[in-house]
């Protein structure tokens, strides 16, 4: 079984009331896969994701890749395998809102995972990590742009869960802290996120499910001026998966892809995301 690794990334900067420009270092869909717990003991694999997100009222939109390499070392600590991981980003995106024709295309901040654990009990497997993200994108203060300028670090946890019936259950548990903005003396608030997914292998190499998540704000931003307001965002997100693992190239190819839809959404706009993930050994 193939894992879904940790994988935020920054929202291009979308009028709103909360956190710096309304974006985040979390996107509904990137934790919300089969497996989620689940990573090989040895090898390195090519983990590539890709997205594509608009607000429901199709004002602006953004396409994102995301490539990673993943290195499961064969070492243990604390009893877990040791993993690390790298996902620079290349994000292209089109902004037609406000009656503007807005296009940007550049990289995006780093996401790296200097340690990352995984454990197996039985049907139960367990994946701790420590996910930080690089501000290395474009920024350019009061512009489009691909990054945040923030280095955010992300407390996960996901679990996985083997059930009767070839069913599966599978959640992550994660909460981002997020340092200031040198350019803008502005810090945004911490930020939990909850991702899950239920799942059916109608075969071992085809599965469908349902996927979603929830995302809260937990504290309020901070910025150098005294009318700062701010409404801490929240949201949900549901909708279908599909993971098939064809035998190509002499090698097993992972492919997922999951469309999910925001409600109850608070604090920025409501979102749709299509989201397709391909992983692979080396």
Known sequence: MLTLLCVSWAIFSIP??????????????????FAMAVVPEKGTFFNNFYAAYQDTKGQAGT?????????????????ANFIVALYPGVVATKDQSN?????????????LIPIELNWQWGSLTALAFEGI???????????????????????ILSLTWQLPAANELSITLGYMNNLKNPATN????????FD???GHYLRPELAVGITGSHYRQTTAD?????NLVTVNSESSTIGPVVMYTPHLLDRDITISLKYLRE??????????YLVCRIFMGF
């Not at 009656?99 to 996401?111: N, P, T």
């Not at 502005?186 to 996120?193: A, L």
């Not at 409600?263 to 749709?272: A, P």
């Open 99 to 111: 009656h503007q024709d807005m296009i940007r295309f550049g990289l995006g901040d780093a996401y």
């Open 222 to 226: 901070q910025a150098s001026t005294d």
């Open 263 to 272: 409600f109850n959404v608070q604090g920025r706009i409501n979102q749709e």
């Open 133 to 155: 993200v690089v501000p290395t994108g474009y920024y350019q203060k009061g512009s489009l742009s691909a990054g945040r300028n923030i280095w955010t670090f992300d407390h």
């Open 16 to 33: 709103s009331r909360a956190t710096e420009g309304g974006g985040s270092n979390y996107l509904p869909g990137f934790y919300g896969d």
């Open 196 to 198: 899950y997914m239920l």
């Open 63 to 79: 396409i994102l890749e995301m490539p990673g390499i993943v290195h499961a070392t064969g070492q243990k600590i604390l009893g």
């Open 186 to 193: 502005y810090r945004s608030g911490d930020e939990f996120h």
